[in-house]
């Protein structure tokens, strides 16, 4: 059974910090791109930041470059978010996901979610 279970998410104030954890199940995760994608109220789901397979290559949303760092952990199956210098409007529900295309699918996980609340 498949299950990425994110953690983390609180209320912070402006320019405060909080790291998301997303701890994953059920399938092969070192093959697996892994992302954070966010959700706040009114608005579409977006993508804040994704990390290869291996690690190596991250790629981050314009409005998160030097403030968010994704990694993680092959061998703890887990993902991770460290936010920084957080802003009232980062406030969203922070979704994970894993994602992996093979020659004929595409395997597409997603976590229930974590809100992150920045106070104003």
């Known amino acids: 059974q498949v299950q990425l279970v994110e953690s983390g998410g609180g209320l912070v104030q402006p320019g405060g910090s909080l790291r998301l954890s997303c701890a994953a199940s059920?399938?092969?995760?070192?093959?697996?791109?892994m992302s954070w994608y966010r959700q706040a109220p009114g608005k579409e789901r977006e993508l804040v930041a994704s990390?290869?397979?291996?690690?190596?290559?991250?790629n981050y949303a314009d409005s998160q470059k030097g403030r968010f760092t994704i990694s993680r952990d092959n061998a703890k199956r887990t993902v991770y978010l460290q936010m920084n210098s957080l802003k009232p409007e980062d406030t969203a529900v922070y979704y994970c996901?894993?994602?992996?295309?093979?020659?004929?699918?595409?395997?597409?996980?997603w976590g229930q979610g974590t809100q992150v609340t920045g106070s104003s």
């Open positions: 996901n894993a994602r992996f295309r093979a020659v004929l699918k595409e395997y597409d996980y």
């Open positions: 059920g399938f092969p995760f070192s093959r697996y791109l």
């Open positions: 990390i290869t397979s291996n690690g190596e290559s991250t």
